[in-house]
């Protein structure tokens, strides 16, 4: 069975900087797309970076220049470095991945359990 599994929120003030980290767990062989997607309360669901598996990367507007996000293969593990946080990035993050390949079976898409991010002002 693959998992994802997020960890790195918690709570930092506005200009600081987190780190959020997730590992894919199984055994996996391919990961096309890995990303991060972010919900405020009363807000829908929003894409916040992803990453291909060649390591192209597309950011929301509201994060470029600030979030940035990576990956390792090798470790199917995708990370995203926040910078300059601003209280408009609190939510709860979750990772995303699409085009999971494993030994055993095929997923179009897998979700984290989310983290909770909070910036304070």
């Known amino acids: 069975q693959v998992q994802l599994v997020e960890s790195g929120g918690g709570l930092v003030q506005a200009g600081g900087s987190m780190r959020l980290s997730c590992a894919a767990s199984?055994?996996?062989?391919?990961?096309?797309?890995m990303g991060w997607y972010r919900q405020a309360p009363g807000k829908q669901r929003e894409l916040v970076a992803t990453?291909?598996?060649?390591?192209?990367?597309d950011y929301a507007d509201s994060v470029k220049g600030r979030f940035t996000i990576s990956r390792d293969n090798a470790k199917n593990s995708v990370y995203l470095q926040m910078n300059s946080l601003e209280p408009e990035d609190s939510g709860v993050y979750y990772c995303?991945?699409?085009?999971?390949?494993?030994?055993?079976?095929?997923?179009?898409?897998?979700w984290g359990q989310g983290t909770q991010v909070t910036v304070s002002s």
């Open positions: 199984g055994s996996i062989r391919y990961i096309r797309n």
């Open positions: 995303n991945a699409k085009g999971v390949v494993s030994t055993a079976e095929l997923w179009g898409q897998l």
């Open positions: 990453i291909t598996n060649d390591a192209i990367t």
